[in-house]
Structures are given as structure tokens and as C-alpha cells.
């Protein structure tokens, strides 16, 4: 049965429920929906580790999507109210594909959900770049504690032409196992840092600032970027505005762009 009523509790599902054909029956979306501008104007149900239930409840969905672990809980009530839920847990860049293709299937849009996938995977690897030489670059999700970045994330580091100063945290699904010390930040000596505090702006300046981070080469150099956590901590179609952003900045240093 095709869903007719379609609740999204991230930004992630909203973006793939609208680009797969679905945005008319999308009748609830997270607060945190950035993509596409369209699906702001939907009534607000969720943050992403809370949730209006009753407010999800009054909107009678036949679907909720949802993105993560974290939002078992949430899913656990809906599924006890009777709702249809389907939460994705994507990690990889891979795992991303899958779940767009599975979430257009489960919008009854199976068809369009394949093409979005194949279109992502396709212009991911457009951007794939071989430079002779690949700078080191730390990627920053969180600033107290330093978290470093996802496994995605690092993905498309690798992908852009650098190389992940942390690429052995790249299995490590939960954000508490991807807490760095700054001292070995320091130690690895990052020749470009990327900062992305998801929900809040990065403080460049602060962050070259840090006690003992004068001597890393990314400081000495000016080379600090910020990508906006929408465009990069989103794992769904939203990941090649960040993508396109980390290959102009690793281009940029390369002299690959």
C-alpha cells in the first residue's frame, strides 16, 4: 500500500521523502529540515533525539521515517501506538545509497528512489580526485569533547584527494568512540582542518587558538574551513553540497580544484 501520510523526524528523510515524489503526502518533518525549502513550511514534530508523539499521533501518518539509532525510543512508541515506522542507520557513503533507494521504495516510489540513489553514487564518484600529493585533514564534529568525524566523512576526505588523520575511528558508529585528544590531534599535525558543530556555528578562530595548536601546519598556514553541518552531518542527497565544498577546499590546497 502506498503510504499517504508521511511523517519525517529528520532532515535526512524529509530531503529523500521530497526528492523522490513524495513531498505532497509529507504532512509532519523535523524542525531541523533544511532541504528542500518547500518542506519547511510543514508542521514541525521533531527535533532528532525528541519528538512530539501525540502532535505525530494527530497527524493520522501510514509512515514516519527516520534516521539513527538515537531515535529508537521514539520509534518504540510509535510502533506500540500502531504507526508503520521505518528508521534508517546509515554510516557509509554506501549505506547512504541504500537508504535512499529504501526509503523511495517505502514512499511507494520505488522506481525514483533507485534513480536518486544511482544519480548520488554517480556524482559522488564525479568528483573523485588522485593528486600526487594528499594533504592531511582533521575533521572536527563537535568541539567539547573534540569528536572527529564520521565514517562518511572520511569517505569523502579520501574521495576529495586528502587523507583522514583518524582513519581508524572511520568504524566507530557512535560519537562517544570518535572523542580525540587534542594533543594527538597536534601529534598527527593536520595539514588542513575542517570544522563542522553540527547545529552551531564553528569558531575558526577559536580553534586555532587552542594551547599547543600554533605549531600544526593547517594553523600556521591558514588553512581552516568551516562546511556547514546541513551540507556534511546529514547522510542523504545533502552529502554532495559538502562533498563539492571539501573537494574546492582540498583542490584549493592541491592545486587540484
Given at each position: 500500500m502506498v503510504p499517504r501520510r508521511i511523517v519525517c523526524l529528520t532532515a535526512e528523510t524529509t530531503?529523500?521523502?521530497?526528492?523522490?515524489?513524495?513531498?505532497?503526502?509529507?504532512?509532519?518533518?523535523?524542525?531541523?529540515?533544511?532541504r528542500p525549502a518547500e518542506a519547511r513550511r510543514r508542521p514541525k514534530v521533531a527535533a532528532f533525539r525528541t519528538a512530539n508523539v501525540e502532535r505525530i499521533l494527530g497527524l493520522e501518518p501510514?509512515?514516519?521515517?527516520?534516521?539513527?539509532?538515537?531515535?529508537?525510543?521514539?520509534?518504540?512508541e510509535l510502533i506500540r501506538s500502531g504507526v508503520a515506522v521505518?528508521?534508517?542507520?546509515?554510516?557509509?557513503?554506501?549505506?547512504?545509497?541504500?537508504?535512499?533507494?529504501?526509503?523511495?521504495?517505502?514512499?511507494g516510489e520505488p522506481e525514483r528512489g533507485?534513480?536518486?540513489?544511482?544519480?548520488f553514487a554517480e556524482e559522488l564518484e564525479s568528483l573523485r580526485r588522485r593528486p600526487a600529493w594528499r594533504p592531511r585533514v582533521y575533521f572536527e564534529e563537535w568541539n567539547d569533547p573534540l569528536i572527529s568525524g564520521i565514517a562518511w566523512v572520511g569517505e569523502l576526505i579520501e574521495l576529495c584527494g586528502?587523507?583522514?588523520?583518524?582513519?581508524?575511528?572511520?568504524?566507530?558508529?557512535?560519537?562517544?568512540?570518535?572523542?580525540?585528544?587534542?594533543a594527538e590531534v597536534v601529534r598527527r599535525d593536520?595539514?588542513?582542518?575542517?570544522?563542522?558543530?553540527?547545529?552551531?556555528?564553528?569558531?575558526?578562530?577559536?580553534?586555532?587558538?587552542?594551547p599547543g595548536w600554533e605549531g600544526v601546519s593547517a594553523v600556521r598556514a591558514g588553512r581552516l574551513f568551516e562546511v556547514k553541518s546541513p551540507d556534511i552531518l546529514a547522510p542523504g542527497p545533502s552529502?554532495?553540497?559538502?562533498a563539492r565544498q571539501l573537494a574546492a577546499i582540498i583542490g584549493g590546497v592541491t592545486g587540484g580544484v
Open positions: 530531503e529523500m521523502a521530497f526528492a523522490v515524489g513524495a513531498g505532497d503526502r509529507v504532512v509532519g518533518v523535523s524542525g531541523y529540515a533544511v501510514d509512515l514516519v521515517l527516520g534516521f539513527s539509532d538515537l531515535q529508537a525510543e521514539i520509534a518504540m521505518l528508521i534508517t542507520n546509515q554510516r557509509t557513503l554506501a549505506e547512504t545509497a541504500e537508504a535512499i533507494a529504501l526509503v523511495g521504495a517505502a514512499c533507485r534513480e536518486l540513489a544511482r544519480w586528502g587523507e583522514d588523520i583518524f582513519p581508524e575511528l572511520r568504524g566507530c558508529r557512535s560519537a562517544r568512540d570518535r572523542v580525540v585528544d587534542g593536520p595539514e588542513v582542518i575542517v570544522a563542522s558543530w553540527c547545529g552551531k556555528k564553528a569558531r575558526l578562530d577559536r580553534i586555532a587558538a587552542r552529502l554532495l553540497y559538502g
